[in-house]
């Protein structure tokens, strides 16, 4: 089947954010062209964790129910010291977007099944063996020179998007730089399967001066380990087949277990000077990437598809001014950043190979644990990041709730909230609110034509939507991605002139 010769979107990599950008924009009915230079999806397991946010926006794809199924879903993140004190817990159970805060998952089975799904939309074009060899924009659109297996050939998009990894090509064609830093420590990271491996810790982080270490429990039998290499040690003596069966023994017994990949990573903690130029946009790792020890390289790339999504659907269906996609870089690059601070920030608690600071780390956490009201204080702040998703700055209204993504709780009938808001704009009608005559004619209303909704219909009150939210009259607009546009009440028509994009 030949590359078609023009497009809307244009999408470079057909990794998971690749993926998921492309099923969202398909959902939206947006020509698209997908192109992965490789012939198929990777077969390593690389992302193992895929939070409630991310499987918010499968859901919104309409894929959740077949992610899922390839999950283990919720697990509890245990820490402990060298000598086997407990020091903290993050309980990744909850469920505030409709789905467990974090799940172990394998990422050649979700690719699998996104690039499945991906065939149900007509209009999405996916081509592996296909390598983007140059580009150039100008006011009108974008102009691509791909490499296929029938040769070289030239396609025209309005927009591209790259999600080509953090040796990304459009990034450093747009002499883009990356901004942070590539972190000193590197790990050994194994994936197994062992037969009857249930009396293993779920998931486990070993905080051992002598070498941090950790494990994950991954579906289907499988597990992962990592070990950081310690100062002097060559990738070559941790690869060896006998030192990994020294470092399995401390935890299991090694004839039990099959390795099936192992390697030795580094990590970075870097973000994109910026998001977009023109009409070019980065998204996945060729705009940040993470450490992995909060589980959010992958995450923060599907939110980056969730956010662009829409924006470039309603752009280009005039809809919505395209200006609106300026947004991208301002909401998505902050976020990010914090993203990326967060998981650095709980390194730090896990890698101090200093036999003082790690001392000092274990008696900060034992003097926590001896007070019950410190210890429900950590417990609630750990992993608020992911229970209260805000962004800094963007297209909302900041001083009316604006900027935060409402919850999202299963109703009474077993469903959940989003399936019944619809995929675009949303008013959330609170306390019996109606929009009034000058909401209801206003420009910006009428252009976004939002769904409205009664949440009194759906047996909820505002604390379930934001727990700060008052329960006076008032109407929450939404956005696609859920996120708060404004809180408006009254003949609120000043605020709304405010947020035309």
Excluded at 65 to 78: K, L
Excluded at 321 to 338: G, M
Aim: proline share 6%; glycine share 8%.
């Amino acid at each position: 089947m030949s590359t078609p010769l023009s497009t809307q979107v244009l999408i470079i990599g057909a990794g998971p954010v690749g993926l998921s950008l492309a099923k969202l924009l398909g959902v939206e009915g947006v020509d698209t062209v997908l192109v992965e230079r490789h012939p198929g999806c990777v077969p390593e397991p690389r992302a193992i964790g895929l939070d409630g946010e991310s499987m918010r926006t499968y859901q919104a794809a309409g894929v959740a129910a077949a992610v899922a199924a390839d999950m283990n879903e919720g697990f509890v993140s245990e820490y402990f010291s060298g000598d086997g004190t407990f020091l903290f817990r993050t309980d990744l159970r909850d469920r505030p977007f409709g789905y467990c805060m974090q799940n172990a998952f394998d990422q050649p089975r979700l690719e699998r099944t996104l690039l499945e799904h991906l065939g149900h939309e007509p209009s999405v074009s996916v081509r592996h063996n296909t390598t983007l060899l140059d580009f150039e924009q100008d006011v009108a659109g974008v102009t691509a020179r791909l490499e296929t297996p029938d040769g070289q050939t030239t396609l025209k998009a309005d927009f591209l998007v790259a999600c080509d990894g953090g040796r990304s090509s459009v990034r450093t064609a747009l002499n883009i730089p990356m901004q942070g830093d590539r972190l000193p420590q590197k790990w050994l990271v194994i994936d197994t399967v062992e037969e009857g491996d249930h009396d293993l810790p779920e998931c486990r982080f070993y905080c051992d001066p002598a070498r941090p270490a950790m494990t994950l429990r991954r579906p289907y039998g499988e597990r992962r380990w990592e070990w950081m290499l310690m100062p002097g040690e060559t990738d070559e003596a941790l690869l060896d087949d006998a030192r990994i069966r020294e470092l399995l023994g401390a935890h299991t017994d090694p004839d039990r277990v099959r390795v099936y990949r192992k390697c030795v990573y580094g990590f970075s903690a870097v973000v994109a000077e910026r998001f977009s130029e023109g009409r070019v946009f980065l998204a996945g790792d060729a705009a940040h990437m993470t450490p992995p020890f909060a589980g959010q390289g992958l995450n923060s790339g599907v939110r980056d598809a969730r956010n662009l999504a829409w924006k470039l659907a309603w752009v280009l269906d005039e809809r919505l001014p395209a200006t609106v996609l300026d947004s991208y870089d301002t909401e998505r690059r902050e976020h990010a950043r914090r993203m990326v601070n967060l998981a650095v920030g709980l390194g730090d608690r896990i890698q101090p190979i200093d036999a003082t600071a790690a001392a000092e780390r274990d008696a900060y956490f034992a003097a926590i644990n001896a007070d019950d009201a410190a210890r429900a204080k950590y417990d609630q702040q750990s992993g608020r990041e992911l229970r209260d998703v805000r962004l800094a700055d963007g297209w909302f209204d900041a001083a009316a709730f604006g900027g935060r993504m409402i919850l999202q709780p299963a109703l009474a009938d077993g469903s959940l909230l989003d399936d019944h808001l619809g995929p675009d704009f949303v008013a959330l009608a609170i306390g019996g609110a109606t929009p009034s005559d000058a909401m209801a004619n206003h420009p910006l209303w009428q252009q976004l034509s939002p769904k409205l909704v009664d949440i009194d219909a759906l047996k909820l009150n505002a604390q379930d939507l934001l727990p700060a939210l008052p329960d006076e009259p008032a109407i929450l607009l939404l956005r696609p991605d859920r996120i708060v546009l404004a809180r408006l009440d009254g003949a609120d028509s000043d605020r709304l002139d405010r947020l035309r994009p």
